[in-house]
Antibody, heavy 121, light 113 residues
Framework: EVQLVESGGGLVQPGGSLRLSCAAS????????MNWVRQAPGKGLEWVSY????????YYADSVRGRFTISRDNAKNSLYLQMNRLRDEDTAVYYC??????????????WGQGTLVTVSS | DIVMTQSPDSLAVSLGERATINCKSS????????????LAWYQQKPGQPPKLLIY???TRESGVPDRFSGSGSGTDFTLTISSLQAEDVAVYYC?????????FGGGTKVEIK
C-alpha cells in the first residue's frame, strides 16, 4: 500500500525555522511529482509547493514564495519542506501529497496523515 | 490566480436523497487541445486527510462508489452524490490544475438531515 508519512512539525516562534520531511514507501518515488498542501485549523485546503520527479521544476504559492524551499532526495524516498521566517498564519497541518508522472501539477493522490506546525510566541 | 468558488457552504440531505455541490472557477479550466477539464474533487472526513474522488472533472478514482459523479465544463462544475449514505458525511473540495498555481474551493460540508 502506498504510504506517505510526514514528520518534523512542532511549535516554533514567529520568525523561526522548521524543516518538514515526508517518507514515501510502496511506490517508485523517483517517478512521481510531489506536493505540500496545508490546512489551517478549521479552515480549507491551501496548496503550498510542487516539485517534479527530477527536481527540475518547482512551483510555490505566493504566500510562501521566498520563505519556503521544497526539495527531495530520490535515493532516500523522501520529500522535504524547509520553512523560514515563519509567521502566525503559517500555522496549519502540512500534508505531503503525491502528484503525477508528467512533470506538470495535477491532482493529489494519495495524501499523508499530516504534521502540525504551530507558529506562536 | 484562478479562484474556485463552491456553493453552498453546507447542506443537509436525508439518507438516500441526492446531494449536489457546485464549483465555479474564475476562468475556464478547459484545455481545447486535449478536450479535458482540469478539475478534481476530494472528500475529507473529520480527522482524516483528503481523499481523491474524481479527476478530469468526471473520471471517478478507482474504488470510489458510483453514487459519486462529476459533471460540468469550462467554469461550472458539479459533484453529485446520487443517494447519500451515512459514511458520506464530510467536507468536499474542488481543485483546479489548469494553472500551475493550484487552487482549491472553500469546501462544502455535507450532513445528514
Amino acid at each position: 500500500e502506498v504510504q506517505l508519512v510526514e514528520s518534523g512539525g512542532g511549535l516554533v516562534q514567529p520568525g523561526g525555522s522548521l524543516r518538514l520531511s515526508c517518507a514515501a514507501s510502496a511506490f517508485t518515488f523517483s517517478s512521481y511529482d510531489m506536493n505540500w498542501v496545508r490546512q489551517a485549523p478549521g479552515k480549507g485546503l491551501e496548496w503550498v509547493s510542487y516539485i517534479s520527479s527530477s527536481s527540475n521544476t518547482i512551483y510555490y504559492a505566493d504566500s510562501v514564495r521566498g520563505r519556503f524551499t521544497i526539495s527531495r532526495d530520490n535515493a532516500k524516498n523522501s520529500l522535504y519542506l524547509q520553512m523560514n521566517r515563519l509567521r502566525d498564519e503559517d500555522t496549519a497541518v502540512y500534508y505531503c501529497a503525491r502528484g503525477g508522472t508528467t512533470a506538470r501539477p495535477i491532482w493529489f493522490d494519495p495524501w499523508g496523515q499530516g504534521t502540525l506546525v504551530t507558529v506562536s510566541s | 490566480d484562478i479562484v474556485m468558488t463552491q456553493s453552498p457552504d453546507s447542506l443537509a440531505v436525508s439518507l438516500g436523497e441526492r446531494a449536489t455541490i457546485n464549483c465555479k472557477s474564475s476562468q475556464s479550466v478547459f484545455y481545447g487541445s486535449n478536450n479535458k477539464n482540469y478539475l478534481a474533487w476530494y472528500q475529507q472526513k473529520p480527522g482524516q486527510p483528503p481523499k481523491l474522488l474524481i479527476y478530469w472533472a468526471s473520471t471517478r478514482e478507482s474504488g470510489v462508489p458510483d453514487r459519486f459523479s462529476g459533471s460540468g465544463s469550462g467554469t461550472d462544475f458539479t459533484l453529485t452524490i446520487s443517494s447519500l449514505q451515512a459514511e458520506d458525511v464530510a467536507v468536499y473540495y474542488c481543485q483546479q490544475y489548469y494553472s500551475t498555481l493550484l487552487t482549491f474551493g472553500g469546501g462544502t460540508k455535507v450532513e445528514i438531515k
